[in-house]
């Protein structure tokens, strides 16, 4: 008896996530899935990281994650990080990819699905991002980026498959940054 109670909490293990995240919080797979039913907002003075494996679910069509503080994916490459039905917006005041700690705005081994024809799976304003070795799909840009004032964001991109849904043949990325893929 003991085992079937202890075998069906592992498999009932999932989060509902908060409209206002003011803590910072690292999300692992003892927790996932990760649900976001709301808008939600990762305040200024906040960090999530999202470990190997984890998966995030969105609500669909317009929810998103707006992050003022820092949201970092780590997945690894047997144990990708699976996040859907979520427009993720890194906002201006948020923090962008730090090259000297590796910190900030950065995801790798992310596998995004947006939400369809209509909408962008990323969007970053005024923010350094770095992805790497990750596949966005489902979305008419799968990364928007631009910029307000003459500041110029960094984004770099490394080993991924981007697929826009405006095009067969499309990226799906909207420019308006420094674009750097290798």
């Not at 797979?29 to 907002?41: D, E, F, R, W």
């Not at 304003?125 to 631009?146: L, P, R």
């Amino acid at each position: 008896t003991l085992v079937a109670v202890a075998f069906t909490s592992v498999l009932l293990a999932q989060t509902t996530v908060p409209a206002i995240i003011d803590s910072s919080q690292v999300w692992t797979n003892a927790g996932s899935p990760y649900y976001i039913n709301q808008n939600t907002l990762i305040d200024s003075n906040s960090s999530v990281v999202v470990l190997p494996g984890v998966e995030i679910i969105g609500s669909g069509s317009n929810t998103k994650l707006l992050i003022d503080g820092e949201f970092r994916v780590m997945g690894s490459v047997d144990s990708m990080v699976g996040i859907s039905g979520l427009i993720i917006t890194y906002n201006k005041e948020s923090r962008g990819y730090n090259p000297n700690n590796g910190t900030g705005a950065y995801m790798q081994y992310a596998d995004v699905v947006g939400t369809g024809v209509a909408n962008r799976a990323i969007d970053l304003q005024n923010t350094d991002f770095k992805i790497v070795d990750s596949k966005v799909t489902n979305a008419y840009y799968t990364i928007y980026c631009y910029n307000q004032g003459y500041a110029k964001s960094k984004l770099e991109i490394d080993g991924c498959e981007l697929q826009g849904v405006q095009a067969a043949s499309s990226s799906g990325i909207h420019q308006g940054t420094v674009l750097t893929i290798y």
